[in-house]
């Protein structure tokens, strides 16, 4: 798809990485340059250029979300790889994509248009300059550039975590075996990660993984046991098993008796299948039934108490903790399932729990 042509009314940025130095952002006259830290190139991290190349474009949407706010901003990059990353909102890489969930979730947020653009490195001298703290030739470039830099927000450091300097792509051992388990948010999801990079396994098949989707629409709490009692006969049986399913039942009796029945059932289901790691995805919220107090309060302790309980089990739970009901871009227009942002960032979800399963294993 042909990009639309930048105008006057859009705001430009411009960014670059240096992988041995540190990044640079310009933007308007405003600036921001830091080195990375030393931590980052210990841990293999400065290798990976399309994350460092990322990374400033959440620094951004940081130091200038009030001047970003409801705006278009065209993103200036000379690597096409970047490029193409930020106009998919997609990578092969999980440490690259959840690091474009944080910038995702900022641009919904401010609402904020963000697209990005080529441009030939020496074109980019200015951000090419400030990324490898040559400050003699930034002023010679950019004038009228403040005196000050804006100090980075130490924060933004953590987004990055340790091993994200190792990408997994794709393999095709199997050495382990997720099942995912629940109602339309399943089904939806599959879906979705058939046209993502990873595909139906998450990006995780170089560790060995292999996922079977089991989503049905409509899907009721009362019917889990039944599905499990028919996989049961199945010849291999899961050693990650994630559920995510209670949304359509939420309404349907009290806080206290559904997390007592959720409880009772997977107690159940770990007598069926005792070596299993099991992961509890929280209910999320859905912005068409907030009117109920079971759907605000009452959803809220239920996946505490539930997700506590099966951690007490020795199991994962996944918070989901991007999910703002204010923030429609994250949703279907039917207020109850997601959008296509909103199941991407459920997918990451999903494969970065998984993750850190495997890690300890």
């Not at 989707?213 to 049986?237: D, V, Y």
Request: aromatic letters at 10%.
């Amino acid at each position: 798809m042909q990009m639309p042509e930048v105008t006057s009314k859009d705001l430009e940025l411009y960014s670059d990485a240096a992988g041995g130095v540190g990044f640079g952002l310009f933007c308007g006259g405003a600036w921001c340059a830091e080195r990375w830290p030393e931590e980052w190139a210990a841990a293999g991290i400065t290798k990976n250029i399309t994350l460092l190349e990322l990374f400033p474009l959440v620094v951004a949407c940081e130091l200038w979300a009030d001047v970003f706010r409801n705006r278009r901003v065209v993103f200036w990059c000379d690597n096409l790889g970047v490029v193409e990353v930020v106009n998919r909102q997609a990578a092969r890489c999980l440490a690259v994509n959840s690091l474009m969930r944080e910038l995702v979730l900022r641009c919904l947020r401010l609402n904020l248009y963000m697209r990005a653009r080529h441009v030939p490195g020496f074109q980019n001298g200015i951000a090419d300059a400030l990324s490898r703290f040559n400050f003699l030739q930034f002023r010679r470039l950019a004038p009228e550039a403040r005196a000050e830099g804006l100090p980075m927000p130490a924060h933004l450091w953590n987004l990055v975590r340790k091993e994200s300097g190792r990408c997994s792509a794709y393999s095709s051992g199997s050495r382990y075996s997720l099942w995912i388990v629940g109602h339309s948010y399943v089904h939806w999801a599959a879906e979705r990660a058939l046209i993502r990079p990873g595909g139906r396994h998450l990006g995780l098949g170089s560790q060995g993984l292999r996922v079977s989707w089991w989503g049905q629409r409509g899907m009721r709490w009362s019917q889990l046991l039944l599905l499990m009692e028919r996989l049961r006969s199945r010849p291999r049986h899961p050693d990650i098993l994630l559920i995510h399913l209670g949304g359509n039942d939420v309404d349907s009796c009290s806080g206290k008796d559904l997390i007592n029945t959720v409880k009772d059932d997977l107690r159940v289901v770990l007598d069926w299948f005792p070596s299993v790691l099991l992961v509890w995805s929280d209910i999320v919220p859905r912005p068409r039934c907030l009117a109920s107090r079971r759907w605000t309060r009452g959803l809220a302790k239920l996946n505490r108490q539930v997700g506590k309980w099966v951690m007490g089990q020795g199991g994962l739970q996944l918070l989901h903790d991007w999910v703002d009901v204010s923030c429609a871009g994250l949703f279907h227009s039917d207020g109850v399932h997601l959008s296509a942002v909103g199941w991407d960032l459920l997918l990451d979800d999903f494969a970065s729990g998984c993750e850190r399963v495997l890690a300890t294993r």
